[in-house]
């Protein structure tokens, strides 16, 4: 079974909206972290914003930030004020404390952002 | 944010033929991972590398792949020999410690022909 499960494979917005981009997961550890990266057209994966399974805060990083529902075990990423350059494929990862140093990736969403 | 760079951008080969696939890590980093994405799939981990060891690899690092990192150098994926369904972009990451924030380079696609 999937660990990392990021149901939209595409996405679409015109520039100045707000996205908010699904990922769920699974997991049986008390700690984990969830990550988002970001696959650019030159290749480079960008790491944008973790979430740290203890943590109560909202994690923000500039124009992203996070909804994180534990309970649901879901992570949403929240990208405000789109820009072309913000097209790219988004990435939700999830890395448990187990016995194992592994990053488990979902399968992305590609967004295109209209001028 | 902290540089993995990976050299080279793209190699293509025959099959049967040996690769090595070049990255060179953030500079205080300790532990280093290749992962392999086939065309239009997810990233899958192959294998970690700590302290000049292999620490876990998973079922798609075959016994024809071997890692290293002589004397800190670049960390190197050795393919020996290739074969088709090697062909993928991989990505090398690092981080400073266990369950760090992993920096990933811009991979490497390799064509096996």
């Known amino acids: 079974a999937e660990k990392v499960i990021q149901v939209w494979s595409t996405a679409s917005r015109q520039e100045g909206e707000e996205l908010t981009l699904d990922c769920s997961y699974e997991?049986?550890?008390?700690?984990?972290?969830l990550f988002w990266y970001k696959h650019l057209l030159s290749g480079e994966m960008v790491f944008l914003i973790r979430?740290?399974?203890?943590?109560?805060a909202k994690e923000r990083s500039g124009r992203y930030s996070v909804v994180f529902q534990k309970s649901l075990k879901s992570i949403s990423l929240i990208i405000s004020a789109l820009q072309p350059d913000d097209s790219g494929k988004y990435f939700c990862?999830?890395?448990?404390?187990?016995?194992?140093?592994?990053?488990?990736f979902g399968s992305g969403t590609k967004l295109t952002v209209e001028p | 944010g902290p540089k993995v760079l990976q050299i080279p951008s793209h190699q293509i080969i025959d099959m049967g033929q040996m690769v090595t696939l070049n990255c060179d890590p953030v500079?205080?980093?300790?532990?280093f991972y290749w992962y392999k994405q086939i065309l239009g799939q997810q990233m899958e981990f192959l294998v970690n590398?700590?302290?000049?060891?292999?620490?876990?690899k998973s079922k798609l690092f075959k016994d024809q792949f071997s890692v290293e990192r002589p004397d800190g150098s670049y960390f190197t994926l050795k393919i020996q020999p290739t074969a088709l369904e090697d062909s993928a972009v991989y990505f090398c990451?690092?981080?400073?410690?266990?369950?760090?924030?992993?920096?990933f380079g811009a991979g490497t696609r390799l064509s096996v022909l």
């Open positions: 590398f700590y302290n000049g060891k292999v620490m876990e």
């Open positions: 500079s205080n980093h300790l532990y």
């Open positions: 990451a690092s981080s400073f410690d266990w369950g760090n924030t992993l920096y």
């Open positions: 990862a999830l890395w448990e404390r187990s016995n194992y140093n592994v990053l488990y």
């Open positions: 997991t049986s550890q008390v700690l984990y972290h």
């Open positions: 979430q740290t399974s203890s943590s109560t």
